[in-house]
């Protein structure tokens, strides 16, 4: 392991839930705006880089997913599209398409919530995350605060059926 990727991994369990709240933050704003609640955020020696929220209505973008919000962010902070020694914080499993971008990002570490048993990529429904064909690894943390990542999805595809069975 790098010294980059040393320092992502070198965040504690406690460290873990309290970026996982901060992603869950970004998750209700989602929920305010009708969209899916899902929350991301890129953190850089201690500090959030970038952070995002499923925008996918908002912005007509079937890429606007919080992880892809969050990495954008990120990379013009600093100014290139390599985040190493970053850790990316998701409060659900990220899909095949933010897998990939986590890899080409060279995402040191990725930390979830809850795991996805439709759509995940970290092993939930694909394994794209460190999968042995790809040229990147990163170490991966599941589960963290998983209950309260769960809720907020469980709680708003229910509104959702009920609004439409009104």
Partial sequence: ???????????QPGEDAVWMELALEQARLAAAAGEVPVGALVIRDGEIIG?????????????????????????????NHRLTGCTMVATIEPCSMCAGALIHARIARLVYGASDPKAGAAGSTLQVINHPSLNHRMEVTAGVLAEKCSEILQKFFRQKRQQTSC
Avoid: C, F, K
């Fill in 1 to 11: 392991m790098t010294d980059t990727q040393n320092r992502a991994a070198d965040m």
């Fill in 51 to 79: 952070q995002g929220h499923n925008r996918n209505l908002l912005d007509n973008d079937p890429t606007a997913h919080a992880e892809i919000i969050a990495l954008r962010q990120a990379a013009a902070r600093l100014g």
